[in-house]
């Protein structure tokens, strides 16, 4: 069975530092990973994945993140956090290549930014 | 395009009425979903779509059942409320797209549906 952990409920971080979203995964396959982000009152918005192309995985508003099989990790990481990156992000892994994949999320990180 | 489109935006239940959530998209995706986020625990999958005509059970289908109305449309409805199904509710619809050779499945989320059962 497939399943992620994301380590840490909540990070706070101050406007201009390092954000690091730590996300370990299970998968008795090669899994497809991602990360969502959840804005106040909004659905999740897909922020990157990783199909097994390239290890590294730019995606968007500045974020990236690296896939380390030996670790078993996935974890998201930003240069310099912006105010407007307070949020909700969740991890999720999936294995299926079907139509209807069953993607597996984490129970989310909250972010918060410190001005 | 308005992509996934939920109705209503917040629903108050008594225990034991029923309702219908309602879910659109417009992106022509085969796949469909519906999830319940409950703080602390991620979104877990209730049912979901592979395609028109096509439903089955996800994580946590019980109290719940689904209609794939056509390819637009996956509507979810709760027979007899219960205070337990208190909870916000997302539909998504995914579409099967290639990036180096291997498939994927990304899946786009509506804004969500808050549900109170009393």
């Known amino acids: 069975a497939q399943s992620v952990t994301q380590l840490g409920s909540h990070v706070s971080v101050s406007e201009g530092a390092l954000v690091l979203l730590r996300c370990n995964y299970s998968s008795s396959v090669p899994p497809y990973l991602f990360w969502y982000v959840q804005y106040p009152n909004q659905g999740l918005q897909l922020l990157l994945k990783?199909?097994?192309?390239?290890?590294l995985v730019k995606g968007i508003n500045g974020f990236e993140a690296e896939f380390k099989k030996s670790e078993t990790s996935f974890h998201l990481t930003k240069p310099s956090a912006h105010m407007s990156d307070a949020a909700e992000y969740f991890c999720?892994?999936?294995?299926?290549?079907?139509?209807?994949?069953?993607?597996?999320f984490g129970s989310g990180t909250r972010l918060s930014i410190r001005p | 395009n308005a992509g996934v489109t939920q109705t209503p935006k917040f629903q108050v239940l008594k225990t034991g009425q029923s309702m219908t959530l309602q879910c659109a998209q417009d992106?022509?995706?085969?796949?469909m979903y519906w999830y319940r986020q409950d703080p602390g625990m991620g979104l877990r999958l209730i049912y979901y779509s592979a395609s028109e005509g096509t439903t089955d059970k996800g994580e946590v289908p019980n109290g719940y059942n689904v209609s794939r109305l056509n390819k637009r449309e996956f509507s979810l409805r709760l027979e007899s409320a219960a205070p337990s199904q208190t909870s916000v509710y997302f539909c998504a619809s995914s579409v099967l797209g290639r990036t180096g050779g291997q498939s994927t499945d990304t899946q786009y989320f509506g804004p969500g549906t808050r549900l109170t059962v009393l």
């Open positions: 990783y199909t097994s192309a390239a290890t």
């Open positions: 992106m022509n995706h085969n796949s």
């Open positions: 999720a892994v999936s294995d299926q290549e079907s139509s209807a994949s069953k993607i597996i």
